[in-house]
């Protein structure tokens, strides 16, 4: 009868408002995992650039070589960089005291370095090495490079390689000396001359004479040196040398 066939009608009706549902949800579905998978194979294919690393604390060890150290590529993922990873290769550099590798929302790391300071270059049989205040090689080369410590001249190490300790006493004495100095002064000095280990001879970038002796009172004259370069860059007098082997140093003035 009539309502019989409207009733079938009105069921036929649903079903396909229900297929339809159905079949919207699945689109969607569908769409969302397209989706998903789509931005998990960008963000962490090779193909792209996906995020940035920042370092800082660096001042001797170029930033590029940290990202060679770490192993971290030139195309750049962040979300294929372990942390951890990163942190225990910086580690095995000598140079590096101490690191810190974090990840910054959305889409940074962040490596703080603290370095193992060089304090002095000094000429060995196969180039030149850099050693900290303890006498240990932090880093070799063949040639010469700009450097902003000072050079310690009129004696050659041999058979040192990065990790091994300095041990001859008139450099560790030195060593003791250039330590207690703060940065600025340090960077005021080129050469120190050890040819002989009772008239040590330290010049400035300005070929003034520091006149150290042998390295007695060593926190003494390290102290005098310092109060004196300071005063020597504020007035930029004439000087030849001041010499530190009397009890009160001697200023010789330039005629």
Known sequence: NRGDKMETSR??????????KTKQLFLTLLFIFIFSVTCFSFITSEMFTVGSVIVEGNKYIEQDEIYKIAGIP???????????????????DLRIADVDVTRKFPSTIQI????????????CEYGFVEVDKHGIVLTAYKNLKTIHIPMLTGISLSGLYVG?????P??????VYLAMLNEATLNQISEINLANNQQIVAYTNNAVQVRIG?????????????EFLQELKQTNLAIEYIDLTFASPFIKFKQ
């Open 11 to 20: 069921l036929n009706t649903d079903s396909v408002a229900k297929q339809g």
């Open 74 to 92: 030139e195309n750049l993922n962040i979300f294929r960089l372990n942390t951890t990873e990163i942190q225990l290769k910086l580690k095995k």
């Open 164 to 168: 091994d300790s300095v041990e001859q």
């Open 170 to 175: 008139d450099i560790k004495q030195t060593l």
């Open 112 to 123: 703080n370095v603290t370095e193992r300071m060089p304090i002095a270059c000094i000429a």
């Open 214 to 226: 042998s390295m007695d009172r060593v926190e003494e004259k390290a102290k005098v040196t310092e």
